[in-house]
């Protein structure tokens, strides 16, 4: 299943509060365009349809077949005009109930592994606007747009999503969202300490490589002698292991010196190294 069915089957819930379901009614019957609402998922059907019957709204349920064993279920309703009175949804338990009837409707959420997406296809630009009024006096944050000749509401963030979730009921979904969030991070975070090391890596490769090239350059041309002796033993401690690091040479020399040592003894070598080719190129 999607992440999106997830959702809706966590909303189609029973609900024993009657006036709470008023509000589902309520919220549902704003949102059936044109007072029909088809989907192929069953248990929203068969949610919605139990839910506005027992609110008084008539209304009738079929079944249609679709390509491929598919099924389209429809809820239409003879009542109309139950949409069009709305209740007072000024409590955040009330708006929640309505906002799920709208989302079992007309509600879309991306799956988060994906993308942080989450919506309200309204088609009609007035309840659009209505319905993000009611969302901001509830103190969340949600955009208005159109697409393919409707409005729609959308939240691209993946704290507004959970808080939506969790508004509207879907705590388990609301969760996921955050773990996903979470996991997320951690894996960014990850990533980026790892792209550190290797950019790290990379650069002590290339200066030990560089710290070779000064050295057999020395000894080319004036021979290993040539070198003071705090020198040399740093410098063959240098060419025999490449892969060492300027504290692990420290430790190895005798008597041992600290890693900012081993640092300006190799300084040392390179400045000697650029003077002799200096002098050679002259």
Same mark, same amino acid.
């Given at each position: 299943m999607s992440f999106c069915t997830d959702i809706k089957n966590e909303l189609c819930r029973p609900e024993p509060d009657g006036a709470r379901r008023l509000y589902v009614a309520k919220g549902a019957? &704003? /949102?059936? *365009?044109?007072? +029909?609402?088809?989907?192929? *998922?069953?248990?929203? /059907?068969?949610?919605?349809?139990?839910? #506005?019957?027992?609110?008084?709204?008539?209304?009738?349920?079929?079944?249609?077949?679709?390509?491929?064993?598919?099924?389209?279920?429809?809820?239409? #309703? *003879?009542?109309?005009?139950?949409?069009?009175? #709305?209740?007072?949804?000024?409590?955040?338990?009330?708006?929640?109930a309505f906002l799920r009837g709208v989302f079992l409707v007309c509600g879309f959420a991306s799956d988060p592994e994906k993308e942080y997406q989450?919506?309200? &296809?309204?088609?009609?630009?007035?309840?659009?606007? #209505?319905?993000?009024?009611?969302?901001?006096?509830?103190?969340?944050? $949600?955009?208005?747009?159109?697409?393919?000749?409707?409005?729609?509401?959308?939240?691209?963030?993946?704290?507004?999503?959970?808080?939506?979730?969790?508004?509207?009921? /879907?705590?388990?979904?609301?969760? *996921?969202?955050?773990? +996903?969030?979470?996991?997320k991070e951690l894996r960014n975070k990850i990533n980026r300490s790892v792209n550190f090391e290797a950019a790290n890596l990379d650069k002590t490769v290339a200066a $030990?490589?560089?710290?070779?090239?000064?050295?057999?350059?020395?000894?080319?041309?004036?021979?290993?002698? &040539?070198?003071?002796?705090?020198?040399?033993?740093?410098a063959e401690l240098r060419l025999q292991s490449i892969e060492l690091s300027l504290t692990d040479i420290g430790k190895r020399l005798d008597p041992p010196i600290s890693r900012s040592g081993v640092f300006r003894r190799l300084k040392k070598l390179s400045e000697i190294a650029e003077d002799l080719r200096g002098k050679e190129n002259k």
């Open positions: 019957a &704003f /949102a059936i *365009n044109g007072g +029909v609402f088809k989907s192929e *998922n069953k248990k929203t /059907a068969d949610y919605l349809y139990g839910t #506005l019957t027992a609110c008084g709204c008539d209304c009738e349920q079929s079944c249609a077949e679709l390509s491929g064993k598919r099924k389209q279920y429809i809820v239409e #309703l *003879n009542f109309k005009e139950f949409a069009e009175i #709305l209740p007072d949804c000024s409590g955040d338990a009330a708006f929640g989450l919506e309200f &296809f309204l088609r009609d630009k007035e309840k659009t606007s #209505l319905l993000s009024d009611m969302i901001k006096e509830h103190g969340m944050s $949600a955009r208005c747009s159109s697409r393919r000749g409707g409005s729609f509401i959308y939240i691209k963030d993946s704290d507004g999503i959970a808080d939506m979730l969790a508004f509207m009921g /879907a705590m388990v979904q609301s969760m *996921n969202v955050i773990n +996903v969030k979470i996991y $030990a490589q560089k710290q070779v090239e000064d050295i057999r350059y020395i000894i080319d041309k004036k021979g290993v002698d &040539f070198l003071p002796e705090e020198l040399r033993g740093t």
